[in-house]
């Protein structure tokens, strides 16, 4: 097994990891029904009550088309023979699920699109009717909203009887309701054959540009603000790494000389009962001890500070988080690294050594700790993903803006693109944390290899 | 200290037990209605009260039940996702398995089918609705009935599947995502009530049971008296019931109530954050989330963490005492 062709499968799996977790995120994207162009659209109508339908009809396909959310999901689709590809196209929710309960009910296809074009004339030709007639372009305004959503019989004759008596009521428009209610009149029946499978293949579907646009960087826009997803997250990054780095850093470098010194047993139960206590009520304790005027005002509660401060404000901010993050970093660390130096007391070159009469404080730098750090900064690769994304409970408990934060911020407003584009990153860090580490092993002991 | 740990053990555990089957015996409190005032620890009430003028006391008591019903619900969820295919990715570790074609166009088509079905019964036309239920229990009752079509069609042409590359493959994919951003995600999504909030934590947490087990059946698998077994001819489902099951039993039990640990500290967290259980559901993480806008009443923040974490240290205990036996049998 040649060296290289163990990278080459290495790469090949985390390409397949990798697409199987963005997967897993479209799904979860999708899964909340998040559509953009559904809420601009009600913008819109919110901006202008009195927008013609046939201008609200067009405006609505191109947004949908813009944001591709007219298109299929996945590659492959399982649908019934009797309904058209062409069906997605139409925007509005409801008359789409009613057009389809009228093509299952064995209606004609060009009868069910010219009763569409039919009440789209009729709804224009209300619209131009003068003020004086408001009364009767009201009713005809409902009449021909209500001829879109009608999905099954009897709604269709309760319909017919309404034109009958609209055309009684007004006689000029007798000849415009006569070919609506004639396709209105049509008697279908029930089959079964309506409900036969159809597999169908789309070389353009919502997955494959949803993969794209993620690959590149491009998560879409955040529901709350209309932001830049990505835009968004970049901004909180560096909040994020101002308290974990410093943390992680005093974590790793005070427990090499733990895990070799500090080997008895109160120091064994110090850092069991640290690891012991939950990390969000320490935060909490330290918040409510250390910050509030009732006790001790020494540090302030707030990390997220931004501008020209002086150094002691940015220092009484980060300082508790610092210290949560080493709290919560630091007693695995030295654990590991006991169980690392643990193996190499045993071996037999130490015990060469103490037979020489080397004294110990020689041995533990000279052999022990030069062996036994080695398999310790493979976990600089393992703790990556939590260092980009941050803790969510240390960041909402000291009020810092960074990644951590701002997923509980979506979760509250149920932003669903900033929470899916949270979980593909951290789990992209994850994956490649887990190769880092797997990588720097190799670098460090080709020897086990 | 380590002599008397055992039984220091088993006293608190015992109390927090019985706080929870019978809290009647330790209600202390003369007065459980709810009073008017928050009050001081050393009064009528043991451990003071709320804002609400509630006993802080017996909402402890109420929440330790919350809590350890997630843990044991989740760790039970998690036994039951992991443990087949813990014990298929270990016991198949390094071999292929022959299926046959037909078992593969079988699943294929019962899938199908189903999908087909689901697809149907989404129409809400009534006309449908029979044949929609008749086809979805076909295809279920194909997937039940595979086992046999594997049988019948012999050895002749097949897929070759290696269980423990795709077993292991899954857990890799689950165990990249994040798994408390995943929660999150998952809870703003789903809005779990207690069972469903259980199932999603099984779900993440599940890859780590996996692993460990489908690790300690790889080492069982080698040993002498399963070989006997295998060459005494004893069917595969046999073998992992009577022979690598049992011998795996004290992983599985340390596993368990790592679980359960697991679940307890991740709920609380949760429910700290406000993200978790519903309204219904009193858990030790919202005590300690309701008392965090009365900083000066220390008591509503003091008595709950104390049992939090007494519980936590009670489980750690015990996974250390088990892994000491397991490890050290004798």
């Known amino acids: 097994m040649s060296r290289s062709k163990a990278y080459l499968s290495s790469i090949l799996s985390l390409t397949a990891v990798v697409l199987t977790v963005s997967a897993l995120t479209f799904v979860l994207d999708s899964l909340a029904h998040f559509d953009r162009a559904d809420i601009q659209m009600m913008e819109i109508k919110e901006q202008y009550p009195t927008i013609r339908s046939n201008d609200y009809e067009a405006r609505y396909r191109s947004l949908r088309s813009a944001s591709g959310s007219d298109l299929p999901d996945f590659f492959i689709s399982l649908n019934f023979k009797c309904i058209p590809d062409s069906l997605r196209l139409i925007p509005v929710k409801e008359e789409r699920s009613a057009l389809q309960n009228l093509l299952l009910k064995s209606y004609s296809l060009s009868d069910i699109y010219t009763l569409r074009t039919k009440s789209f004339q009729l709804e224009s030709f209300a619209e131009s009717l003068p003020d004086s007639l408001i009364n009767v372009s009201t009713r005809l305004k409902i009449f021909s909203r209500t001829l879109r959503i009608a999905d099954n019989k009897s709604s269709l004759d309760s319909l017919a009887q309404q034109a009958d008596t609209l055309s009684q009521e007004y006689p000029a428009l007798t000849n415009r309701l006569a070919d609506i209610k004639a396709l209105l009149r049509v008697s279908v029946s029930e089959r079964l054959q ?25 998560f879409g826009t955040s529901t709350l603000t209309g932001e830049k997803v990505s835009r968004r997250i970049w901004n909180a990054l560096p909040y994020s790494l101002l308290a974990s780095i410093p943390g992680f850093l005093l974590a790793f470098l005070l427990s090499i000389p733990a895990g070799i010194y500090l080997r008895n047993r109160y120091w064994s139960l110090i850092l069991w009962i640290i690891a012991t206590t939950p990390l969000f009520v320490l935060a909490h304790l330290f918040i409510l001890y250390f910050t509030s005027s009732d006790y001790l005002d020494w540090f302030s509660p707030r990390a997220g500070l931004k501008g020209d401060l002086p150094v002691t404000v940015y220092l009484k901010g ?123 092993y190799d670098y460090i002991m080709p020897v086990r290899k | 200290m380590k002599k008397y740990r055992t039984y220091i053990l088993c006293i608190m555990s015992g109390l927090l037990v019985s706080m929870w089957l019978y809290p009647d015996i330790w209600i202390l409190d003369r007065y459980l209605a709810p009073g008017k005032d928050i009050l001081m620890p050393p009064g009528n009430f043991i451990f003071g009260t709320d804002e609400l003028g509630r006993s802080v006391y017996a909402r402890i008591i109420n929440g330790l039940g919350g809590s350890l019903k997630v843990g044991i619900l989740t760790a039970l969820f998690t036994f039951v996702i992991g443990i087949i295919p813990g014990i298929t990715g270990g016991y198949y570790s390094g071999k292929t398995l022959r299926i046959g074609i037909v078992s593969v166009l079988v699943v294929i088509k019962s899938l199908f089918l189903f999908v087909y079905s689901i697809q149907l019964l989404n129409t809400g036309i009534h006309m449908v609705q029979t044949p929609a239920i008749l086809l979805m ?74 692993r460990i087990v489908r690790s300690e059946i790889l080492s069982i698998r080698n040993t002498p008296y399963v070989e006997a077994a295998k060459s005494l001819g004893y069917s595969t489902f046999r073998i992992f019931v009577f022979h690598i099951v049992p011998q795996a039993t004290p ?43 009365y900083p000066s009443c220390t008591w509503m923040t003091f008595f709950p963490v104390i049992t939090l974490c007494s519980v936590i240290l009670i489980l750690r205990n015990f996974i250390e005492k088990f892994s000491d036996k397991t490890s050290n049998p004798l």
């Open chain 2, 251 to 293: 992983v599985l039990i340390v596993q368990i109530i790592l679980q359960v640990q697991v679940a307890i500290l991740s709920e609380s967290a949760l429910s700290f954050l406000g993200v978790g259980l519903p309204y219904e559901t009193l858990t030790l993480g919202k005590l300690i989330n309701s008392a965090r806008e």
């Open chain 1, 318 to 440: 980060y300082f508790l988080p610092v210290i949560c993050y080493f709290l919560a970093f630091f007693p695995t660390l030295t654990l590991y690294m006991q169980a690392s130096a643990n193996r190499e007391y045993t071996k037999p070159y130490v015990q060469t050594a103490k037979a020489k009469g080397l004294p110990g404080t020689y041995i533990k730098l000279k052999h022990i700790l030069a062996n036994a750090v080695f398999p310790h900064i493979t976990l600089l690769g393992l703790t990556l993903p939590t260092l980009v994304s941050g803790s969510v409970l240390i960041e909402q408990i000291f009020d810092i803006p960074g990644i951590g934060k701002l997923l509980y911020e979506s979760y509250r407003s149920s932003d669903m693109p900033v929470i899916s584009a949270i979980v593909w990153i951290s789990s992209l860090f994850t994956v490649l944390g887990f190769r880092l580490s797997n990588f720097l």
């Open chain 1, 194 to 218: 309506n409900f036969l499978p159809v597999i169908r293949w789309h070389s353009d579907n919502r997955f494959k540009f949803w993969l794209l646009h993620t690959l590149s960087g491009d």
């Open chain 2, 137 to 210: 229990f076909l295809s279920l009752l194909l997937l039940i009935l595979l086992p046999l079509t594997g049988k019948l069609t012999g050895k002749t042409a097949g897929v070759q599947v290696n269980p423990d590359g795709m077993i292991s493959f899954f857990t890799a994919v689950l165990s990249a995502l994040p798994k408390f951003v995943l929660i999150i995600a998952l809870a703003a999504l789903f809005k779990p009530g207690l069972i469903l909030l259980c199932f999603l934590m099984a779900i993440i947490l599940a890859p780590g049971f996996i």
